[in-house]
């Protein structure tokens, strides 16, 4: 099945939707808009061109419920997966759907990003469709359930539709003959990257090996359940891309974001702010960095982002190899580069379909020897690249403290040393600065951790050596600083919380953005 055309509607001039926005309030000021819509005129910018089109906030779910019992998670009424993570336009998408009661579906195309505040752009209505139950997977060696389910639709990606990140919206129609389904259009998502090859100021990196490690569908199969336990730090366990995904299960009561993995959730607040303010970004997932250095070396700035906790050896090689070409990167991120994740094949041979915890960045440490491990690999420690690391109590949060409010990253942020944004690291961070020429701690300061421990968080830049520079925030919620979505929630308390977007956050991000892509 091919992709329709887009959804008629009006298209404003690039002058007139800067002007609406700049009149509302929702960019910094109209003398930085249009120098960055001038650079974009230059550079022929695909984002600014995109968020132009009609935007719609009916992305979004309305209605889902879970199976409960012993499966709390799964919603089994309508759920699916993706044959692609990452796919780019030209090649064919395969969904996999099923239903049960069987029944009749649709599905809705959307690309995520800023569109005049609404979030998200409707390109394609598929369906009716008959859906029917498709059967959960055996246990597989190594607790690996790994569905092989039959297509219910298939999509070529047209070449004019923009890299980003896609979600389908499925929607199980109500049936007056069948008491459990007569009344409510019950729904989930299906979510996958759409990539491209052209040079860009700044790559996106979705944390997607993460969404799929805390993955628990069908009740209790994370990378974290060994069988025995539901937060097991240890080797010996694998988890498939080929199965929905359940419920988030963490910090975070939304079950609106039902499919999407934790995109939504840690991501989606960057990207918004991102093409609200016209930089030319293009996202990628983790298994294309693990493919290719070529993925990072064709933009200026490299951003990991939110909860980006699982790399392979691979991925690491070539982020660090990208630094050493001149590409900043942005770790707007935590608990990032933990764990050694080897892709391997699934259950018909079908190569980096699925995942594995076989080791630490930096080698368990003595604090985590008694609840982590053993691991048959170690992979380099991470604040080689980062600037710090994961340390351990690592759950937990604090204020983002200003420690060198001279420093070039806090210009016209008015922030005077010891000054804190509330809440803003957490709930996973970064501590235990590297050795690295140049490097500056530019905030710190101690965490609230469980049982009254604590923890100190670092948050550091250090230079390049071909001028460019590397940002590591210290927290996955840095993004929640930028940006409220349609549809966006905070998490709940978790020692501390965000506090949602704050101007100061939004400055020093532009700032890093500045030196980084010019």
């Given at each position: 099945m091919t992709a329709?055309?887009?959804?008629?509607?009006?298209?404003?001039?690039?002058?007139?939707?800067?002007?609406?926005?700049?009149?509302?309030?929702?960019?910094?000021?109209?003398?930085?808009?249009?120098?960055?819509?001038?650079?974009?005129?230059?550079?022929?910018?695909?984002?600014?061109?995109?968020?132009?089109?009609?935007?719609?906030?009916?992305?979004?779910?309305?209605?889902?419920?879970?199976?409960?019992?012993?499966?709390?998670?799964?919603?089994?009424?309508?759920?699916?997966?993706?044959?692609?993570?990452?796919?780019?336009?030209?090649?064919?998408?395969?969904?996999?759907?099923?239903?049960?009661?069987?029944?009749?579906?649709?599905?809705?195309?959307?690309?995520?990003?800023?569109?005049?505040?609404?979030?998200?752009?409707?390109?394609?209505?598929?369906?009716?469709?008959?859906?029917?139950?498709?059967?959960?997977?055996?246990?597989?060696?190594?607790?690996?359930?790994?569905?092989?389910?039959?297509?219910?639709?298939?999509?070529?990606?047209?070449?004019?539709?923009?890299?980003?990140?896609?979600?389908?919206?499925l929607t199980r129609l109500p049936q007056a003959n069948n008491p459990k389904t007569r009344v409510h259009a019950y729904q989930s998502y299906v979510v996958f990257i759409l990539r491209d090859q052209r040079p860009a100021q700044i790559v996106f990196q979705c944390s997607d090996n993460t969404w799929q490690a805390y993955n628990r569908w069908p009740d209790q199969f994370s990378l974290y359940n060994d069988g025995t336990?539901?937060?097991?730090?240890?080797a010996g366990v694998r988890v498939s891309f080929n199965r929905p995904y359940a419920k988030y299960c963490q910090i975070l009561d939304a079950p609106l974001s039902l499919g999407s993995g934790e995109f939504l959730l840690w991501e989606f607040p960057l990207a918004y702010w991102l093409e609200q303010h016209g930089y030319d970004v293009t996202y990628v997932s983790n298994l294309d960095v693990h493919r290719s250095a070529d993925t990072l070396t064709r933009a200026r700035c490299f951003l990991?982002?939110?909860?980006?906790?699982?790399?392979?050896?691979?991925?690491?090689?070539?982020?660090?190899?990208?630094?050493?070409?001149?590409?900043?990167?942005?770790?707007?991120?935590?608990?990032?580069?933990?764990?050694?994740?080897?892709?391997?094949?699934?259950?018909?041979?079908?190569?980096?379909?699925?995942?594995?915890?076989?080791?630490?960045?930096?080698?368990?440490?003595?604090?985590?020897?008694?609840?982590?491990?053993?691991?048959?690999?170690?992979?380099?420690?991470?604040?080689?690249?980062?600037?710090?690391?994961t340390v351990s109590p690592f759950n937990g949060g604090a204020d983002w403290i200003v420690r060198r409010a001279d420093h070039w990253l806090f210009e016209g942020t008015g922030m005077k040393n010891g000054e804190a944004i509330p809440g803003l690291v957490g709930w996973e961070f970064h501590g235990d600065p590297a050795s690295l020429p140049g490097l500056e701690v530019v905030a710190s300061g101690t965490t609230k951790n469980s049982a009254d421990k604590t923890a100190t968080y670092t948050a550091t830049v250090y230079p390049g050596p071909k001028g460019n520079w590397v940002f590591n925030a210290a927290t996955i919620f840095w993004a929640q600083g930028l940006s409220s979505p349609p549809g966006h929630l905070l998490p709940a308390s978790h020692y501390t919380r965000p506090h949602g977007p704050d101007p100061r956050v939004q400055r020093i991000t532009r700032n890093f953005l500045e030196r980084a892509v010019g």
């Open positions: 329709a055309h887009p959804p008629a509607g009006g298209k404003l001039s690039r002058r007139g939707w800067f002007a609406w926005t700049a009149a509302w309030g929702l960019l910094p000021s109209l003398a930085g808009v249009l120098r960055r819509s001038r650079a974009a005129a230059r550079n022929d910018n695909p984002i600014v061109e995109e968020n132009q089109q009609p935007g719609t906030t009916q992305w979004q779910l309305t209605y889902v419920r879970t199976d409960g019992g012993s499966r709390p998670l799964r919603c089994s009424l309508v759920e699916g997966y993706a044959s692609h993570t990452s796919i780019r336009p030209g090649e064919k998408l395969q969904v996999m759907v099923s239903l049960h009661p069987p029944g009749t579906f649709e599905a809705d195309v959307y690309r995520l990003g800023y569109y005049g505040g609404t979030g998200g752009r409707h390109l394609l209505h598929l369906g009716p469709f008959q859906g029917r139950r498709q059967p959960d997977p055996p246990v597989g060696k190594e607790r690996l359930r790994d569905c092989q389910w039959e297509p219910s639709f298939e999509l070529e990606i047209p070449p004019s539709w923009t890299s980003g990140v896609y979600l389908i919206k336990r539901p937060w097991a730090l240890k990991s982002v939110g909860h980006d906790e699982y790399w392979s050896l691979e991925q690491y090689q070539h982020v660090k190899q990208a630094i050493q070409a001149g590409v900043s990167v942005g770790f707007l991120s935590g608990n990032t580069c933990c764990f050694v994740s080897p892709y391997g094949p699934d259950s018909r041979g079908r190569p980096e379909r699925t995942i594995t915890r076989a080791g630490r960045f930096g080698g368990v440490s003595p604090a985590e020897r008694g609840y982590m491990g053993p691991f048959p690999l170690e992979g380099p420690n991470e604040a080689l690249i980062i600037g710090a690391r």
